[in-house]
């Protein structure tokens, strides 16, 4: 079986075509940046976000020169994003791996940034996240991610986990949230 990290490149990728526009949340140390980019190629649109510099410079070191790198809370994503429909986005949420583990993920941040992000997805796009929830607030955020995720509204919206259940201490899942249709979304949660 795949591991949740396999998985979530599974998730993306498979919507991610050759000139695809996507987001990186959670730059972090730019895995995920690379990953995406090398989905998308050269002719795509790949932004990266985070809100630290530390993150932004070993994002830098990793990726490709041509992405976009963005120091700003993902709340604010929709301030840099051209409008072009989404094909997928990715957040990878908690703390820099190697940085500084008081400077996390928010679930109002989140939140935010789903609200803004979900509408601008295509039809088929999909919004990828590896939930981290061992270190301190990461229950809270994980409780309102599942709490909005699973009322969105099925029609517009496929949300799925994938996660291990026997696995000891917080190991992280995956929350995969896939728009079907272009029909106005309107987001009440
Ligand atoms: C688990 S790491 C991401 C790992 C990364 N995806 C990788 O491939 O290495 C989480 C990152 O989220 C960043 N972060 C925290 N709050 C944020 C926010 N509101 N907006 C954007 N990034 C944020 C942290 O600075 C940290 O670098």
New binding site residues.
């Given amino acids: 079986m795949k591991s949740v990290l396999e998985a979530a490149k599974m998730f993306a990728g498979e919507v991610i075509p050759t000139g695809g526009h996507v987001l990186?949340?959670?730059?972090?140390?730019?895995?995920?940046?690379t990953f995406l980019a090398s989905c998308a190629g050269p002719e795509g649109t790949v932004t990266s976000?985070?809100?630290?510099q530390q993150?932004l410079d070993e994002t830098k070191e990793r990726a490709p020169d041509w992405v976009t790198l963005v120091r700003?809370?993902?709340?604010n994503a929709g301030k840099y994003l051209s409008g072009a429909p989404l094909d997928c986005v990715?957040f990878?949420?908690?703390?820099?791996?190697g940085?500084d583990k008081s400077?996390?993920?928010?679930p109002e941040?989140t939140l935010q940034a789903l609200r803004t992000l979900l509408p601008q997805l295509k039809a088929g796009g999909r919004i990828v996240m590896v939930v981290?929830h061992g270190h301190p607030g990461g229950e809270n955020e994980r409780d309102a991610l599942m709490a909005f995720a699973s009322s969105l509204p099925q029609k517009q919206v496929q949300a799925l986990i994938y996660q291990y259940i026997n696995q000891r201490g917080a190991a992280p899942f995956l929350v995969v949230l896939e728009r079907l249709t272009t029909a106005e979304l309107k987001l009440d949660v």
């Fill in positions: 990186d949340a959670t730059a972090g140390n730019g895995h995920d940046t976000m985070d809100i630290q993150a700003d809370s993902h709340a990715m990878n949420l908690g703390y820099l791996p940085g400077v996390v993920t928010t941040e981290y």
